[in-house]
């Protein structure tokens, strides 16, 4: 079965920081990989997602993501957060054969910027 | 632009009781709906699965019984959460996609249940 891990619960960072949100998954194959974003009060937001290819992905705001296949990760970063960026962010993975259409979220990750 | 809309943004039953809620897509066909869960302290578990013409696949530990899903076009879904317990609460999101494309989620229904 597959599963997400978010190490972090709660990342705390300066405004005008670097950032990097930590995503590990467990899967037989390499699956589909995707970060959302969850603002306050608000639904689910596509960041971005890894499909094959280069394993440096851009996503929106500024988000970039590395997947590692050797590591079964797909980080989150930023060069320089805003204080806009405050939020929660889950990564998400999806299997590349049979049901492909479900997504299993991890736990999450909140994300406090500091003015 | 593709999205999705859901309502009520908000609702609040009693215990025992029974709500609706909806979701509808805008800008694209959506051949597929998923209905997810997010409860308090929790990350999102999926529900259910909506195609268009075929069966509603739904996840272990969610029936078609306690979750009634209809899909009836390419541009509405609705799902009633019957019986609504304590356990029921949490924000529900409608996430569709057009077939082969990107899934859009709405901003989801917060039910809350006294």
């Known amino acids: 079965a597959q599963s997400v891990t978010q190490p972090d619960a709660r990342v705390t960072v300066s405004e005008g920081a670097s950032l990097q949100l930590r995503c590990k998954y467990s899967s037989s194959v390499t699956p589909y990989l995707f970060w959302y974003v969850q603002y306050p009060r608000q639904g689910l937001q596509l960041l971005l997602k890894?499909?094959?290819?280069?394993?440096v992905v851009q996503g929106v705001n500024g988000f970039e993501a590395e997947f590692s296949k050797s590591n079964s990760s797909f980080h989150l970063r930023k060069a320089s957060v805003h204080w806009s960026d405050s939020a929660v962010y889950f990564c998400?993975?999806?299997?590349?054969?049979?049901?492909?259409?479900?997504?299993?979220f991890g736990l999450g990750t909140t994300l406090q910027v500091q003015p | 632009g593709a999205l999705v809309y859901q309502y009520p943004r908000r609702t609040i039953c009693k215990s025992g009781t029974s709500m609706r809620m909806e979701c509808q897509a805008v800008?694209?066909?959506?051949?597929?709906v998923a209905w997810y869960r997010q409860s308090p302290q929790k990350t999102f578990e999926l529900i259910a699965l909506?195609?268009?013409?075929?069966?509603?696949?739904?996840e272990q530990n969610f029936t078609q019984e306690k979750f009634p899903i209809s899909h009836p076009n390419l541009s509405f879904s609705s799902m009633t959460v019957l019986n609504a317990y304590l356990e029921d609460r949490g924000l529900y999101l409608c996430g569709a996609r057009e077939q082969g494309k990107t899934l859009y989620f709405g901003s989801g229904t917060r039910l809350t249940v006294l």
């Open positions: 998400a993975v999806s299997p590349v054969t049979g049901n492909t259409r479900k997504l299993i």
């Open positions: 800008g694209f066909q959506a051949t597929s």
């Open positions: 890894y499909y094959s290819g280069d394993p």
């Open positions: 909506s195609t268009v013409n075929s069966a509603i696949k739904y």
